[in-house]
Structures are given as structure tokens and as C-alpha cells.
């Protein structure tokens, strides 16, 4: 090194030297040694620096057992597939090895060291990367599972075991041997997967795109009455009548095209020949870069849903029957008793006591009521008829608007205020619309408070994907341990003398 730079020449000229420098001297016969100089100055009575004394220490020894120990750390961090690195307190990145470097996707250690370790850990995980990190380095050891973003942009997932660890610095550093997981992961995932779907009331099934049963769940077993073992391999078409044998190549179809089959209500038949209702959801199956390679099919027995289906609308069929026949075969006996009710107060007109006037009146306003009940239930079993699909909008305004005219006269003598807010255009019935806004707004008129003004606000609002309608008012409204019975057939709160009606509203 130059003369005046060396610890002897610092000294003499009064410039401290520090302490724990170390340098190379090469001997006369080339032998080189690592040496640690320590220089002291001897000054004379005035103060002055006469002369300088350098001990040399020779550390050869200890560098060369450094040396060797950072070849053998070098060999002991690059040797396995884990990724080892040195985090500082602050996040900063001391050292990573090679197997390291490629699960990040840095092409060289200049890439990443002294830059911040957490830039590389997933934005969801970094807090507590962070705060393990510190725990670390204050003197911890611990394991933590984090996620990554590969070399492809893939989400990694990682776990680490970390130690504290003395740097050359004499700082403490956060030392970590981490390995990548996320196979074991998947693989966890795909355990849990086969449980849920073993364990699946419903069958689940998968198939390829030509239609060949792939996979086969115990539900589907007690389901179709086949075993794996006879089912996986076969044409999904031995699940299917020969009268539905068109329905495949279609939904084979719509899976190529990436479409999803939601609640598709069918028929499929067992190994005994029985043949169930089914509602199918199928979905396509896609492979790692995104192809879709086949198909995976739920299918859940709705046999008794059907049923019960089948049950109600005969019922509903019995009870239209039953209100055709009563309004024909009723009405005229009620028609009768009505007329000579009439009759009969107007030929004995003042020969009828009191008592006997009453009697008359209940006859013939039970014969009323009576007819009016009749009349209710008919119109009851024509509105729950179904009717043809609607393919063409209504302008709802326009439905609400017939609603209020038919209802003028009411809404004048009970001097209510109606409001109503913009309605949709929709596919519906405008008649069946129109006869539940008339009976809503009528139930309003009829059931406002004495003690103030009737204020009824007719509104629809996009809800969850659905159009949801409200007629408000602030009538005496239902109190609320009524609210569920009330809805009854038949059911009233109130006397016909208070309020008319049958309960069929």
C-alpha cells in the first residue's frame, strides 16, 4: 500500500488509527499472511511525536478457519433444494442462495441482496412476514407459512423455519431455510375435495368430452345402483332412458363451449331399471393452462319433490273442480233462499213481528254471505291456475293506472293520498297484476285509521337480482302476533259488521 497510508505513517502524523484493520504481507520467499496492526506514537517532553511503534499480529490462522468456514456455510446454504436466506431487522435482504434466487425468479444474486425482502412475500402476507421477521431478529425462532408470486406470476405457497443468527457485523439477522409447499397444499386440497365429495348427499359424478364416466362418488352408487368399479369407463348414456337420449350430444355441446348446465330437471334410470327424477347442475373442467378437458356433473333425486308436485297439482286440479261445481250447484240454492227471503217480507210486509223481520234479514244475509264465500274461493282457484308463458314487457305504470281508475270511487270517499313511484316494464300477466294491485290498495282503503289521513305509496326496487314491489300505508296494520295466521285461508280479525269480507283476499 502506498507509505504514507499505512498504520505507522497514520500515527506519526497524529491521525488516529483504528483499531481491528487487517492486511495481506507477502514475505521474501512469497509466502503471504493475514496481519492485524496495532500503532502507538511516543512523544518527547514538548509534546511532539518522535516515533512510531507498530506491533503486527499475525491472524492467518483465524482467516484462513473463516475462510474455510464461509466455503463450508457456501457449500452447507447451496447444497439443498430449500431456499436459505439472511433478513436484517429492517427487511433488508443480506443473503439468499441459488435454489432461492430461482423460486423468486431472480437471475442473480445482484438482483434482489440489499433490497427489501418483503417486496418478494404476496401483499396478503406481508404484515406478518414483517412482524415474524422482527420477532426473529429480537431473538425467536419460529415457523411461518406465507404465500409468494413465482417466477410466472403463480401464487407460491411457502413455509419457513427461521432462527436468529449472528452477522459478521455482530448484528442479529434472521436466518430461514423455506421450502415450497404448494404441492402439499394442492394435495391437502385435493384430500379435503374427495372427502366432501364422498361424503356429498347428492351424486357427483365427472366425465370426459365424449361422454365417458370418469369418476363415480358413493352417493351416485346408492343413487343409480352401479359401483365405480361398473360405472367409471362406461358412456354416461347408460344413466339415461332411450326417449332422453338427445339430451347428451346438447349438453356435451354447451360444455365445449365453456357453458355451465344449472338445475337441468330430467330423468335417469337406475341399474334396476327405476327411473327417478333428477335435477343435474354441470359444469365444465378445466386443465392447467386452461383447456377444458371434460365435465363434472351433480345430480340430486328430486323424485319426491316431484311427487309432492304432482300431488299438489291434482289437488289444486280437485279443488278448481270442486269451485266449478260449487259455484253451479251452490249458488242457485242460495240464489232461492235470497229470493224467497224477498218474497216473504213482501207478501206478509207488516203481518211479521219484529222478531220474525229479524229472522228474515239473518236468512238472507247468511244466503249473501254465503254466495260471496262462494264467489271468493272460485275467483281463489282461477288465480293460482297457471297460465302461458308471457313473452312480450308490460308497462307496469299503465297496469297500476287501470288499477286506481277502478278503484276511484273508494279512493275519493275515503279521501286517501296515493303516490307512486316509477314501475318497471316486466314479462306478466297485466290482469292478474292488475287484480292484486286492486286488492292490495283495496285492502288499504278499507283497513285505514280514524285517527289520521290514509297515505298509501305503491314503489319497486331492483333487489338481488329481483324486482321487489311494496304498497305501504298507514292504516291499523297487523299486529305481529297475527302476522303468520292471518295469511290463512278463511282467517279474519275482525267481525263483517266492522270490516266485510270472507278471508280469501
Not at 404476496?122 to 409468494?148: H, M, W
Not at 274461493?377 to 308497462?395: C, F, R, S, V
Amino acid at each position: 500500500m502506498p507509505q504514507d497510508q499505512c498504520a505507522t505513517a497514520l500515527a506519526l502524523k497524529g491521525t488516529p488509527v483504528p483499531g481491528g484493520m487487517e492486511y495481506i504481507a507477502e514475505r521474501p520467499d512469497g509466502v503471504r499472511l493475514w496481519f492485524t496492526p496495532y500503532t502507538a506514537a511516543l512523544r518527547d517532553g514538548g509534546g511532539r511525536i518522535v516515533v512510531g511503534i507498530t506491533i503486527l499480529v499475525d491472524i492467518t490462522d483465524r482467516k484462513r478457519a473463516e475462510i474455510e468456514a464461509a466455503e463450508h456455510f457456501h457449500t452447507i446454504v447451496e447444497t439443498p433444494p430449500e431456499c436459505v436466506t439472511l433478513v436484517a431487522f429492517d427487511g433488508t435482504l443480506l443473503f439468499m442462495n441459488a435454489p432461492g434466487l430461482a423460486m423468486v425468479g431472480a437471475a442473480s444474486a445482484k438482483a434482489v441482496l440489499g433490497k427489501n425482502v418483503y417486496d418478494l412475500i404476496a401483499p396478503s402476507d406481508r404484515e406478518r412476514y414483517r412482524e415474524f421477521n422482527e420477532r426473529v431478529c429480537r431473538g425467536e425462532k419460529g415457523t411461518l407459512q406465507f404465500d409468494i408470486d413465482g417466477p410466472q406470476g403463480e401464487r407460491r405457497r411457502m413455509e419457513t423455519h427461521a432462527a436468529p443468527f449472528r452477522h459478521t457485523d455482530g448484528t442479529t439477522v434472521h436466518l430461514a431455510i423455506t421450502r415450497d409447499i404448494t404441492e402439499r397444499r394442492t394435495e391437502k386440497a385435493a384430500y379435503l375435495l374427495a372427502a366432501i365429495v364422498d361424503s356429498s348427499d347428492d351424486a357427483i359424478i365427472s366425465k370426459d368430452l365424449n361422454g365417458v364416466i370418469t369418476s363415480w362418488n358413493n352417493s351416485a352408487e346408492r343413487m343409480f345402483g352401479y359401483t365405480a368399479a361398473e360405472a367409471v369407463g362406461r358412456p354416461v348414456t347408460m344413466l339415461i332412458p332411450p326417449d332422453r337420449l338427445e339430451e347428451e350430444p346438447e349438453i356435451l355441446l354447451r360444455l365445449r363451449r365453456g357453458e355451465r348446465v344449472d338445475h337441468f330437471e330430467t330423468v335417469r334410470r337406475r341399474k334396476d331399471g327405476k327411473l327417478l327424477d333428477i335435477s343435474l347442475t354441470i359444469s365444465p373442467v378445466r386443465d392447467a393452462r386452461g383447456v377444458i378437458v371434460g365435465a363434472s356433473k351433480i345430480a340430486r333425486d328430486i323424485s319426491a319433490q316431484k311427487r309432492a308436485e304432482r300431488d299438489l297439482r291434482r289437488a289444486n286440479e280437485d279443488l278448481e273442480q270442486f269451485a266449478l261445481s260449487a259455484s253451479h250447484d251452490l249458488q242457485e240454492p242460495l240464489r232461492t233462499v235470497k229470493i224467497y227471503g224477498q218474497l216473504l217480507t213482501r207478501h206478509l210486509g207488516e203481518g211479521l213481528d219484529q222478531e220474525a223481520r229479524e229472522l228474515v234479514r239473518y236468512m238472507r244475509d247468511g244466503a249473501a254471505q254465503m254466495e260471496k264465500l262462494v264467489q271468493d274461493l272460485l275467483a281463489y282457484t282461477q288465480a293460482a291456475k297457471a297460465d302461458e308463458p308471457i313473452e312480450a314487457a308490460t308497462d307496469l305504470n299503465e297496469v297500476l293506472r287501470i288499477a286506481l281508475t277502478n278503484l276511484a270511487g273508494a279512493i275519493t270517499e275515503s279521501g286517501a293520498q296515493i303516490t307512486v313511484d316509477p314501475l318497471p316494464a316486466l314479462k306478466v300477466h297485466p290482469a292478474h297484476l292488475q287484480q292484486l294491485f286492486q286488492n292490495l290498495i283495496s285492502n288499504a282503503l278499507k283497513y285505514r285509521s280514524p285517527q289520521r289521513p290514509l297515505l298509501v305509496n305503491v314503489t319497486a326496487e331492483r333487489r338481488n337480482g329481483e324486482w321487489v314491489f311494496s304498497i305501504r300505508d298507514n292504516g291499523i296494520g297487523i299486529e305481529a302476533v297475527h302476522q303468520r295466521s292471518i295469511f290463512a285461508l278463511f282467517t279474519r280479525l275482525h267481525t263483517r259488521e266492522k270490516y266485510s269480507g270472507t278471508g280469501l283476499g
